[in-house]
């Protein structure tokens, strides 16, 4: 039987069988860990996204480490050392690409909708029937996503929600 380790305490949390999530649902299941009384759970994230955000909102949800599958393995055994011992580990690649991040370049939740309705094509006439919203305010929804996406256009805020991780096709 396959036993995988959910995160580490003064005794190791087990389950069976081993979690698979993808790194968008790691993030809410550690802040849920974490709320129900957990609050000495120790998490880290491997996982294949490099993008500022997600690693962003891992690190806010208490992961304490980000590690990107590829990279060597002693990384993932000094971070596990360090987590155990009550710290954090960011390798030098993600701490260069939190580094990079800009405060005032988060979406709200809204912005986040428009985002993904503009990734899938569609016109800011067919967001405010999908969304229920009038034109005018998808419009203003736009240009605050190109302003804090620093993009020109639409598509180049589509590559660049991409690259950030903002958003995962």
Not at 6 to 14: K, P
Not at 68 to 86: T, W
Not at 135 to 155: F, G, P, Q, W, Y
Request: aromatic letters at 4%; proline letters at 5%.
């Amino acid at each position: 039987m396959k036993v995988g380790v959910l995160g580490l305490r003064r005794t190791w949390i087990r389950c069976s069988p081993p979690p698979v999530m993808k790194g968008k649902q790691a993030a809410p299941i550690s802040s849920q860990y974490h709320t129900r009384g957990h609050r000495d759970a120790r998490f880290e994230l491997l996982t294949k996204y490099e993008g500022d955000e997600v690693i962003h909102q891992a690190l806010e949800a208490g992961a304490r480490s980000y590690i990107i599958k590829g990279m060597p393995h002693e990384a993932l055994v000094n971070a596990i050392r360090r987590i155990h011992a009550g710290g954090r580990f960011l390798p030098p690649p993600v701490t260069r690409t939190l580094s990079n991040r800009l405060p005032e370049s988060s979406l709200s939740a809204r912005e986040r909708e428009v985002l993904s309705l503009i990734v899938r094509g569609k016109s800011n006439k067919e967001i405010t029937t999908e969304i229920g919203i009038a034109e005018l305010t998808v419009k203003c929804h736009v240009s605050v996503i190109l302003m804090r996406l620093d993009a020109n256009d639409r598509m180049q805020a589509v590559v660049t929600a991409l690259q950030r991780g903002l958003i995962h096709l």
